[in-house]
């Protein structure tokens, strides 16, 4: 709706104001430029414009150099994609270039002060887009990256609970390894939540609405760091599960603790998902249930087979308990 609003508005005021050649550059803008968000939209609005007047000068200069013969033309579009390609421009005034350039050499040759006009038609069309992107509200991108980060939260808890599973009982070889894999994949899922919040923090840049979205694009942010922190942790436990396990590790009375306190670790991360507050800048539990995990753990010699997985599974367990309570541990 506002791409078509845009290329309507732009046509006609860019006919009133300059007379004469079909507006197409001004349409063509307005097309170009109407974006997803405002940052983005004036991101394209700069390309579009420095493109065209770019491709104006490059006509200008080539046309002056060497005349205005057909085959000039083409070594306006060659020189056109080189200094596109020297100066690394962005694709959306990379392919601008050389198509101005090439319309200017074309067309501007018989129409006197086609290239200006084209220029200040561009900038035109560019300029109604902006403005009607503004007006028409842009979405605001918060609910998807919320969504994606309680998919992760919820992915690191059954893994959490994988770890605990594998602890308490006997595990074969293909089971550990499949839990290593599963426990891989919270990689990608992770870079997806990273992929969603730079894309809500994109909506609001610009956006007449950000203030009121700000503080919940906040808590998202800081909710995203310490799930970092958490697949860190989770995929580090796997990891040394996974290469220092052997058949009787789930005997000792340790491990079966450690069990435990990851049920309760995996239990106290369900409750810290998005509640009713979504702009709630700490986790606070909802609903009735409680923290679990805040009983102290005793730890006994382990055998010297496993003193260094039980090592290592207390410390991340640790680090795991201070990410879900916000907190370093006293």
Known sequence: MKTSVATVLAWIVAQLLLPGELPVFAAIAALLVVQPSINQSLGKAIERCLGVIGGVLVAYGVSLIFGTSGGIVLLAIVVCIMLTWVLRLAPGSANQVPISAMLVLSIGVQTPGYAFERILETILGAGIALLVNVVIVPPVLLAPAGDALDRLNSEVADSLDRVATALKLPQSRASLTEMMLTARLLRPMLN???????????????????????????????????????????????????????????????????????VRAAHDLRLLTRGDDPAESRFIPHGDDELALTSPLVIAAPPPQHWILIGSLMEDLRRVREEIIGEPLS
Not at 200 to 205: G, I, K, R, V
Not at 214 to 221: N, P
Request: glycine share 2%; charged share 30%; aromatic share 4%.
């Open 192 to 262: 997806a939540a990273d992929k969603a919040i730079v894309q809500a923090e994109e909506s609001l840049t610009l956006n007449p609405r950000q203030a009121a979205y700000r503080r919940v694009l906040d808590a998202d942010l800081e909710r995203l760091d310490r799930l970092k922190s958490l697949v860190t942790r989770t995929v580090g436990m796997t990891r040394a599960l996974h290469d220092h396990y052997d058949d009787s590790l789930y005997l000792e009375p340790t491990v079966q603790a450690l069990s435990l306190e990851l």
